[in-house]
């Protein structure tokens, strides 16, 4: 029961780049310590989705948010293939 949590992307237009944004802005900790970050996208019908997929996992990759003690990594992710699609493994 909280607020929805802001996107990478929606927080790298506001400060500019993705660059200035810290692991502890995006990677929020909630019920048992469940970890969650959501990549977000563009505008609707102005680049493509995949793009925010692709630098969220960059940006968690380089901050080294993916640690050892991380039982599960689950990505929920669009399924259409707009762009490129999102059909092919990650």
Known sequence: ???AQ???MDMARDKGTV???ELEDVL??????V???E???PEPGVGCAG?????AINFLEENEAYTPDLDFVFYDVLGDVV???FAMPI
């Open 1 to 3: 029961n909280s607020k």
């Open 28 to 33: 929020l900790t909630g019920w048992s310590d």
């Open 39 to 41: 990549s977000g996208g």
């Open 6 to 8: 802001s996107t990478i």
């Open 19 to 21: 660059e200035d944004l």
């Open 51 to 55: 793009r925010g997929v692709i630098t």
């Open 35 to 37: 970890k969650c970050a």
């Open 83 to 85: 762009c490129g699609g």
